[in-house]
T-cell receptor
Framework: ETGVTQTPRHLVMGMTNKKSLKCEQH?????MYWYKQSAKKPLELMFV???????ENNSVPSRFSPECPNSSHLFLHLHTLQPEDSALYLC??????????????FGPGTRLTVT | DAKTTQPPSMDCAEGRAANLPCNHS???????VYWYRQIHSQGPQYIIH???NNETNEMASLIITEDRKSSTLILPHATLRDTAVYYC???????????FGTGTRLKVLA
């Protein structure tokens, strides 16, 4: 256990559905991240939050909408997704955004399948 | 635009040391090297980090060359459970971003 939890662990949704992924960290960290990992591809950074403020939106389509209500929780709201959005979505947290050395702690991921 | 270069795959016999190399020739003087691993379909797991000196923890050892242009992660006695993709990453200059490349797929053989 890394102290970062993600729910649900698996999600199957149709292209017209709306769903949300949830991430919670119990480490007292100030920075949280969403990554996407498609099959046999490296992790792609999607969003970064620091102290509940979004500091990075890495050219992600608007059908992905992040929300960070407090420093312990991070959501990824999904709507009208495409089959190519099927991937493993990973949440991570870090003690603070800038500086070293602070490692990232990752959750187990949500395996998303868009049908 | 990954800043590190790793071999795509390696095999290691169970019980033997696994030595995973990484080139980071453009690393800046104050940038740390981090190593993570990802077991199939799970979240990446932090292993170790270093700046200049060699480091050791309960999981692995990290050897960094004197010029800091390369490093080697050593798993002293590899087990089947060490089969995973290993990532060597450094922070992108002046940012908080860590670029995960394609890593090294280590297969530990019985």
């Amino acid at each position: 256990e890394t102290g970062v939890t993600q729910t649900p662990r698996h999600l199957v949704m149709g292209m017209t559905n709306k769903k949300s992924l949830k991430c919670e960290q119990h480490l007292g960290h100030n920075a949280m991240y969403w990554y996407k990992q498609s099959a046999k591809k490296p992790l792609e950074l999607m969003f970064v939050y620091s102290l509940e403020e979004r500091v990075e939106n890495n050219s992600v389509p608007s059908r992905f909408s992040p929300e960070c209500p407090n420093s312990s929780h991070l959501f990824l709201h999904l709507h009208t997704l495409q089959p190519e959005d099927s991937a493993l979505y990973l949440c991570a947290s870090r003690e603070r955004l800038a500086g070293d050395p602070y490692e990232q702690y990752f959750g187990p991921g949500t395996r998303l399948t868009v049908t | 635009d990954a800043k590190t270069t790793q071999p795509p795959s390696m095999d290691c016999a169970e019980g033997r040391a696994a030595n995973l190399p990484c080139n980071h020739s453009t690393i800046s003087g104050n940038e740390y090297v981090y190593w993570y691993r990802q077991i199939h379909s799970q979240g990446p797991q932090y292993i170790i980090h270093g700046l200049k000196n060699n480091e050791t923890n309960e999981m692995a050892s990290l050897i960094i060359t004197e010029d800091r242009k390369s490093s080697t992660l050593i798993l002293p006695h590899a087990t089947l459970r060490d089969t995973a993709v290993y990532y060597c990453i450094v922070r992108v200059d002046g940012t908080y971003k860590y670029i995960f490349g394609t890593g090294t797929r280590l297969k530990v053989l019985a």
